[in-house]
């Protein structure tokens, strides 16, 4: 039971993602306008880059590509020069010989953010890209500029308690039922080696599997941080407020100038879903002006409050 409604959510999840993908594949904007492969931590990655502007990394979510997120990369990439990866073992990076693991690939992206030029960036990523742009942030503070993390959260309890046995399942044995699902599909059409989907399955399981509790790690954070979370996401609605917290947010009234005001910002955006806030045009609208700086400490005055 848990194998097929674990497939059911991550088809229905992917398959909003394609969808929209198919409506942007062929605009001049999602194209990228330079794309290669660089080699990390044994790993030959695939990135690609999109758009021009003050960099901006993106990464994806779990067992999905950096086209998955459609029509927000292309507005990402009309104010900012973006640089996609496809994580380890997914899209067309190899999947190699090691195990699954965020903080690995948080050294693999410094790594290839040096190999191509990138002193320091801007960071965005979604549900498990947000585990690897955070891990690069604790990881390599000195390369993140600014971060924003979609629908990830920082320990596994702050899953709905119904989740985890789902991903518990998550194995090779999923493989064969997987193969209609648009996931699969756009997995086989790019991987260098199609074969290994049922590895690639069992190594995301065992990564699932492990327990993690960064809560420490968030307070090291100095850099500006937004989480951004959809009112009906796979974390608990506690779970987010404390992440917040634990950046420094939500501890008191902020003061009529922002005084009392942390640097760090919580959206949670109205009417999606963890499976669809990645392809919401709304995302892309929420993250731009605080990734690139728009007044975020600066107090209301009057003209804010009659402008239209």
Request: aromatic share 10%.
């Amino acid at each position: 039971m848990f194998k097929n409604a674990f497939v059911a959510i991550w088809a229905a999840a992917m398959l909003t993602a394609f969808v929209s993908v198919s409506a942007y594949a062929e605009t001049e904007a999602s194209r990228p306008v330079k794309s290669g492969e660089v080699e990390a931590g044994g790993i030959r990655y695939h990135y690609q880059i999109h758009g021009d502007g003050e960099p901006l990394l993106l990464m994806h979510g779990g067992l999905g590509l950096i086209e998955m997120f459609g029509p927000v990369l292309t507005m990402l990439a009309s104010e900012r020069e973006v640089i996609a990866i496809d994580m380890q073992g997914h899209g067309r990076s190899e999947l190699g010989d090691r195990p699954i693991s965020l903080e690995a690939m948080g050294d693999d992206v410094a790594t290839i953010l040096d190999e191509l030029g990138y002193e320091q960036v801007d960071a965005m990523g979604y549900s498990m890209g947000g585990g690897v742009v955070f891990r690069l942030a604790v990881q390599h503070p000195e390369k993140v500029r600014r971060m924003t993390l979609v629908s990830a959260g920082f320990a596994q309890e702050g899953f709905y308690p119904e989740m985890l046995p789902m991903q518990a399942q998550v194995g090779a044995g999923m493989a064969e039922m997987m193969k209609s699902t648009p996931m699969y599909q756009s997995y086989a059409a790019v991987a260098p080696d199609p074969s290994l989907f049922p590895e690639l399955l069992d190594r995301m399981g065992a990564y699932m599997r492990k327990p993690y509790n960064y809560a420490e790690d968030v307070k090291t954070l100095e850099m500006p941080v937004m989480l951004v979370f959809a009112d009906s996401d796979m974390y608990r609605p506690e779970h987010i407020v404390e992440f917040y917290q634990l950046l420094g947010g939500g501890q008191k009234d902020a003061g009529w100038q922002r005084e009392n005001m942390s640097q760090n910002r919580l959206a949670i955006l109205p009417n999606l879903t963890h499976y669809d806030i990645g392809v919401s045009p709304r995302l892309a609208e929420t993250v731009l002006p605080f990734l690139n700086d728009d007044q975020v400490n600066a107090p209301w005055t009057a003209d804010d409050l009659t402008r239209k």
